[in-house]
């Protein structure tokens, strides 16, 4: 069975960093793109930026300029590097892999991050 397992979550004061980690547990084939997702409380669950298998990145207006996702594909990992946060960051935040030719996507079990002011 594979997992997405995240890491890199936390609670950091406004202004600060932090890099989120998603790695598969197990083998995974056919991974297309890898996601990063957010929910606050009380809110929807909310796309933050996206990574093509080419490498095509593209981010919520909310984070662009602060926030950037990479991927390692030997790794099977993908990764959220998270500069100058906002207490408005808060939330879990979810890895997705989408795969191609209709396999089902996998999901992560969420990190929670807090951004204090």
């Known amino acids: 069975q594979v997992l997405l397992v995240e890491s890199g979550g936390g609670l950091v004061q406004a202004g600060g960093s932090l890099r989120l980690s998603c790695a598969a547990s197990g083998s995974i084939f056919s991974i297309n793109a890898m996601y990063w997702y957010r929910q606050a409380p009380g809110k929807q669950r909310e796309l933050v930026a996206v990574i093509t298998s080419g490498g095509i990145t593209n981010y919520a207006d909310s984070v662009k300029g602060r926030f950037t996702i990479s991927r390692d594909n030997a790794k099977n990992t993908v990764y959220l590097q998270m500069n100058s946060l906002k207490p408005e960051d808060t939330a879990v935040y979810y890895c997705?892999?989408?795969?191609?030719?209709?396999?089902?996507?996998?999901w992560g079990q969420g990190t929670q991050v807090t951004v204090s002011s």
């Open positions: 997705k892999f989408s795969r191609l030719n209709g396999a089902p996507e996998y």
